[in-house]
């Protein structure tokens, strides 16, 4: 079974800091995303990264960026952590064609931001 | 740009009720997926619908894709406790990935 594991479930951080949210997968999958998810406004895609070292901007990338060194692990940076960032952040991987693959989640991180 | 709404945002049925949440595009999609998260966890793959017309049933679920591709819609026969959750359909974006629509969340009181 695919598992998709997020570093922390729970992060407090302060207005300005770098915030690195870390995500690994152990299902040698081409695809990794990161959505953040908040109340009424659903899932919506900050990043994602088709292979090592490739990354395309979502809906929402201002204020994020990302890092893949490595097939299993996709890393979402904050530069300068605002108060606007605090919300749930949601890793997930697909397999293969990126429109058309099932996503695996991870279990999340609710990052607040004070 | 691209756009994936859901309808209803929130559904509240007694056990035993039926549910249907609607799902719509602003244009046609290749394929449409529902994922299904419960409270205080992760989204869930549900199914993948791709043909047009196409309809799929897990148990006392049936998935519908409409013959345009545009739309697609998730019903819920004599509905459980279990499940209750949010329900996200998802469509491909052109030139990203997959985009949500807000997701319908239903409540079951028994």
């Known amino acids: 079974d695919v598992k998709v594991t997020q570093s922390s479930r729970y992060l407090v951080k302060r207005t300005g800091e770098k915030v690195f949210l870390e995500c690994v997968q152990d299902m040698d999958h081409e695809n990794m995303f990161w959505y953040r998810q908040d109340p009424g406004l659903g899932l919506r895609l900050i990043y994602f990264?088709?292979?090592?070292?490739?990354?395309e901007k979502g809906d929402i990338p201002e204020g994020y960026s990302v890092s893949r060194e490595k097939k299993e692990r996709f890393s979402l940076i904050l530069e300068s952590a605002s108060t606007n960032q605090t919300s749930m952040y949601l890793c997930?991987?697909?397999?293969?064609?990126?429109?058309?693959?099932?996503?695996?989640f991870g279990n999340g991180t609710r990052l607040t931001v004070t | 740009g691209q756009q994936v709404m859901q309808i209803p945002q929130y559904q509240h049925v007694q056990e035993g009720e039926d549910f249907t949440t609607y799902c719509n595009s602003s244009t046609t999609l290749s394929n449409i997926q529902w994922y299904k998260q419960r409270p205080g966890g992760h989204p869930v793959f549900l199914i993948q619908?791709?043909?047009?017309?196409e309809v799929k049933k897990q148990k006392r679920l049936t998935f519908q894709f409409g013959e345009a591709k545009k739309n697609s819609s998730l019903h819920i026969t004599a509905t459980q406790t279990t499940d209750v959750g949010t329900y996200f359909c998802a469509g491909p974006q052109a030139g990203t990935a997959l985009i949500f629509g807000k997701g319908t969340t239903l409540s079951v009181s028994s």
């Open positions: 990264s088709y292979d090592v070292k490739m990354k």
């Open positions: 619908l791709v043909k047009s017309g």
């Open positions: 997930a991987s697909s397999l293969s064609t990126i429109y058309n693959s099932p996503l695996h």
